[in-house]
């Protein structure tokens, strides 16, 4: 494909881009979308929790690829740092237990007294339990949260009985599925799992700059929304040969088919065209408020949250 002498550089964080939420980002940058588009993303990782934000809250970096709940945390606070293009449409978090130590699970609350997996406190794992566990009104502090933030780590602890469920994401659910020892009970890699859980459209992944950069970079900005665009649109129809040609290697760790595998299931959460759903925000509001007592979804202006008009030009152009 042509490619252009870049007329931008751009610093992307992301916290962990082997994650099937931020293939959007990965696949663009291997494809040469951003490239072609002339400009030059160098995507840097902070691997420690809310290290992402911090870079993009002092500066460090031009823009996030992560949870589009950071966006309506930092307008409820005064700032805003609207998401330019929404990779993912559910969150692709899983909930399961074990076969052995909760064999005769039923519902939550029979969570209580429960050790349970989650990728790290106040994490978007974390929080989907927290939301599960209000629904049927079991108090949290009945539940031990243990934070694995590696996912070997997390799926030797369930293997081995350390702990009795786990919240966590792919690849490690499907092979934990695959090996029988786990049985799913809320599955958000699916829009209709992700609606029962959250009470309807829930935004996940996306690709935040601040409002300033926007409104002073918009050609960069919309440069970038096609290149990710055209990414999203690529995923719909890829294959198991085009993964394996275009994934890094290091992300399938070792087991190609545990990945495809997974990646089949991902398919439906990230959206086709890079588009806010209608109600997505909203339902993003109300799940923050519940969780945090100071909020209510009246504080977030969710117009400052997000835009649609980047995604719709670039929607037009790839027919996405």
């Not at 409820?76 to 969150?91: D, E, K, T, Y």
């Not at 949290?140 to 996912?151: C, E, I, K, M, Y």
């Not at 350390?162 to 090996?179: G, R």
């Not at 799940?287 to 997000?306: C, E, F, G, K």
Request: with cysteine; net charge positive.
């Amino acid at each position: 494909m042509p490619v252009r002498a870049p007329f931008a550089h751009v610093q992307v964080a992301v916290e962990n881009r082997a994650s099937f939420c931020d293939l959007p980002l990965t696949i663009a940058e291997r494809l040469g979308y951003f490239a072609a588009e002339g400009v030059d993303v160098q995507i840097r990782e902070f691997a420690e929790p809310g290290r992402a934000l911090q870079a993009l809250l002092g500066g460090t970096v031009t823009a996030m690829s992560g949870p589009y709940s950071a966006s309506l945390t930092l307008q409820a606070r005064g700032h805003s740092f609207p998401s330019i293009v929404l990779q993912g449409r559910a969150p692709q978090l899983v909930l399961g237990v074990s076969r052995r130590s909760m064999a005769g699970f039923r519902t939550m609350r029979d969570f209580q007294g429960r050790r349970v997996a989650i990728t790290g406190l106040s994490s978007g794992s974390h929080r989907m339990m927290l939301l599960l566990l209000q629904s049927v009104r079991v108090d949290p502090a009945a539940v031990q949260f243990v934070a694995l933030d590696s996912p070997t780590t997390a799926a030797a602890s369930f293997r081995n009985g350390l702990v009795d469920a786990i919240c966590y994401t792919d690849p490690v659910m499907t092979q934990l599925e695959q090996e029988g020892e786990l049985r799913v009970v809320a599955d958000t890699r699916t829009l209709r799992g992700s609606s029962e859980v959250f009470g309807g459209p829930m935004p996940a992944a996306c690709l935040s700059v601040p409002a300033e950069y926007l409104a002073s970079q918009e050609a960069v900005c919309q440069a970038m929304v096609n290149a990710m665009v055209r990414a999203l649109k690529w995923l719909q129809t890829a294959g198991p040969s085009d993964i394996n040609r275009t994934v890094p290697e290091a992300y399938f760790r070792g087991d190609r088919s545990l990945y495809l595998a997974a990646f089949s299931r991902a398919r439906d959460a990230w959206t086709s065209d890079g588009l806010m759903p209608e109600n997505g925000p909203a339902t993003a509001a109300k799940v923050l408020a519940r969780l945090n007592v100071s909020l209510t979804a009246h504080d977030i202006d969710l117009s400052r949250t997000y835009t649609n008009a980047l995604a719709i030009k670039a929607k037009a152009r790839y027919r996405a």
